[in-house]
């Protein structure tokens, strides 16, 4: 177990450029997040969702270290992984407010995105359900010798399930290249992970002999430092990780949990979003290295808003699936 | 007359046979499950895979059925087929998640984007006086989900064709073997050869009174209608051989033809196979139906240790054929 806080500092180096994008893509997923939550209060999206605001540097740190013809699996919180694997604003708002256009074609929803161009293997409702799926993919990436890895994004809600640790098992044994991304936002849905999780979280996979360690969820260069040296790991032949990002959920469990003093301080929510915001945190570093200034972050901001305004008003406009293709798909 | 190559095999031969030529003639194909190595599970199917095809292909796992399967349905996501091996059918109950919220639904919820072309094979039935946790027969559970295909051979001919159309279907398929059946024998063609799904086979033809069976059933109802057949009565026995896809018409055709319907199953009776099927048999033959349509399942009950207390849950030809006996009014 290590911490590598300063791994930016001594690991991979990102370029200007690469640096920009992953603003981009961090600012893509907030802006995509607040539309989701504006199109639920307008009572336009069926259902609900979960959104990723405050998580951003989590899943772009760790997109960006692999290839494009890597695996992730998702969760239930899952657009930020989808948008930094690849996908696009437009039909994954189709594909939330059920429309044919969808990467689903409007059958799987806010919790099931699911794109095999880009990767994703799906976004899985069932907490801690797709685990099997990642290390199934970096078996068969084994298989194959394809040379691909898998990344398993999931909750510290999944520290819970049993699967869990089967697959930590079976992935150290057949030394799968797969990475255990946990995202701890501290809360499994209503309740403080403190009140749900015994003893020490890397002493779980450790004790598999899985190489363990935590980083700080909130700061991209350094989640994208370590995650590219476990991908290249996994990749060289050695093995599963397990990487701890700590992390904050800006919102509620899902855009309907609105009143949340019952289980959080609003106190506790302003301190993170004025302090640890990760957004700010890479365009404050980008500018104090002078890497960069204020007027194109700005022009990046506002080209991520057209595109959002955009993905939006082609997602309404799309029509639903026919109730013809309702029997479509159950069968391959 | 030209020379048939047909040969003699167990149940247990035929299901390896099936499993050996389709990993000769597909690299993606591999077996996974406790056990299945140098060990050929204890049921002794898979004895000598691993010395053809080696450790990489035959993989034994640690004792963690929801893991490995989790595992199979991404590798079978990803480009292979992976054919899973769990032990007892009473331990579907642990991988329950793995296929029903994810291998039955990933084509579906995916828009058609992901496939799952995976292979569960395991066991049901009773008889072997393994009590309550090793006895079950749970193939309704898994015909009741929307994505999942579900067979149920009955011979070593139809173990062989309908495993090979398993391996090669690009959905994940739940292929139940009964346990006290693996030593059975019976005739398979040496010629490569598929049977589909969805394709009832009428095991034996008659006129007076329709038995559909399945599975463990099949040899009762064979046995009920030899016994049928020594005081006139004239049995048909179908087997539907896959309870998803069902092959509707061949039980209907049949029903109407003899206008009588039984439906045996091992599961439990009560909203088992045997209601669904009735319910098939009911709507598609009712103005040919001379009585009600019965069904005989296990009794609802857990499978009990005891000799003559198990004997007494599971379907007999004795009570099979005192029921189409009474049917047929004599």
Not at chain 1, 29 to 38: A, P
Not at chain 2, 110 to 121: D, E, H, N, Q, Y
Not at chain 2, 144 to 162: N, R
Not at chain 2, 254 to 266: G, L
Request: overall charge negative; glycine content about 8%.
């Amino acid at each position: 177990m290590t911490t590598a806080a300063n791994e930016s500092k001594t690991g991979a180096t990102l370029g200007a450029e690469q640096l920009l994008h992953i603003y981009r893509q961090m600012t893509r997923i907030r802006s995509f997040e607040e539309q989701v939550n504006e199109l639920y209060l307008r009572a336009v999206m069926p259902g609900l969702s979960h959104l990723y605001s405050g998580e951003e540097a989590v899943a772009v740190g760790i997109c960006e270290a692999l290839r494009p013809d890597d695996y992730i699996t998702s969760t239930h919180r899952g657009h930020g992984h989808c948008l930094a694997k690849g996908a696009t604003p437009d039909r994954m708002y189709a594909e939330l407010l059920g429309k044919e256009a969808g990467y689903c074609r409007g059958k799987g929803g806010s919790m099931h995105i699911a794109d095999p161009a880009s990767g994703n293997l799906g976004a899985n409702a069932i907490v801690g359900g797709s685990v099997g799926m990642a290390a199934g993919a970096a078996f068969s990436a084994k298989m194959r010798g394809s040379g691909q890895v898998a990344v398993c994004f999931f909750g510290e809600g999944a520290l819970g399930q049993g699967l869990l640790y089967e697959v930590l098992n079976l992935s150290k044994l057949w030394n799968l290249p797969v990475i255990y991304a946990c995202e701890n936002n501290m809360y499994n849905e209503y309740t403080h992970y403190s009140e749900t999780t015994a003893g020490e979280i890397l002493a779980r996979p450790a004790a598999f002999g899985i190489p363990a360690e935590a980083v700080d969820g909130q700061d991209v260069r350094t989640v994208h430092a370590v995650a590219s040296r476990l991908v290249g790991d996994a990749r060289a032949g050695k093995g599963p990780s397990f990487l701890l990002c700590n992390t904050y959920r800006y919102r509620g469990h899902h855009v309907g949990d609105v009143n949340r003093e019952y289980y959080r301080a609003k106190q506790e929510e302003t301190t993170w979003l004025n302090t640890r915001d990760p957004i700010k945190i890479l365009a404050d570093w980008m500018i104090s290295q002078k890497l960069v200034e204020q007027p194109a972050l700005d022009k990046i901001q506002a080209e991520v808003k057209s595109e959002i305004e955009a993905a939006v008003a082609f997602a309404l406009k799309s029509p639903y699936p026919g109730v013809d293709q309702v029997e479509e798909d159950v069968y391959a | 007359m030209p020379e048939v190559a047909v040969r003699e095999l167990t149940m247990a031969e035929a299901v390896r046979e099936a499993l050996a030529e389709e990993m000769r003639r597909d690299p993606r194909v591999f077996i996974m499950g406790e056990d299945v190595a140098e060990a050929g599970t204890p049921f002794k199917v898979l004895s000598g895979m691993v010395e053809e095809f080696g450790k990489s292909r035959v993989i034994d796992t640690p004792i963690s059925e929801p893991g490995f399967t989790g595992i199979a349905v991404g590798a079978a996501m990803t480009g292979m087929r992976p054919v899973v091996d769990i032990m007892f059918g009473d331990f579907l109950t642990l991988v329950m998640d793995q296929m029903v919220n994810q291998a039955a639904k990933v084509h579906y919820m995916s828009g058609g984007a992901w496939k799952v072309p995976m292979v569960l094979r395991t066991t049901l039935g009773g008889g072997r006086r393994s009590a309550a946790q090793h006895s079950q027969s749970l193939h309704a559970w898994m015909s009741h989900v929307p994505g999942l295909k579900v067979v149920l051979p009955s011979t070593p001919y139809d173990a062989k064709g309908l495993m090979k159309t398993a391996i090669r279907d690009d959905n994940p398929v739940v292929f139940f073997e009964d346990k006290m059946m693996f030593k059975v024998k019976g005739p398979v063609p040496v010629e490569d050869y598929a049977i589909p799904f969805g394709v009832a086979d009428v095991k034996r033809e008659g006129e007076d009174i329709t038995i559909v069976a399945t599975s463990s059933m099949v040899p009762v109802a064979l046995g009920a209608a030899k016994m049928l057949e020594e005081i006139g009565i004239s049995a048909e026995v179908v087997d539907p051989r896959t309870t998803w896809p069902l092959d509707e018409k061949t039980l209907i055709e049949s029903a109407k033809k003899t206008s009588r319907a039984i439906v045996v199953d091992e599961g439990y009776e009560r909203y088992g196979v045997t209601a669904e099927i009735a319910s098939v048999i009911a709507t598609g033959a009712f103005y040919d139906l001379d009585a009600p349509v019965k069904r005989i399942g296990a009794m609802h009950v857990p499978v009990p240790f005891s000799p003559p207390l198990e004997d007494a849950t599971i379907p007999t030809e004795q009570l099979l054929f005192e029921t189409a006996k009474k049917m047929c009014k004599r």
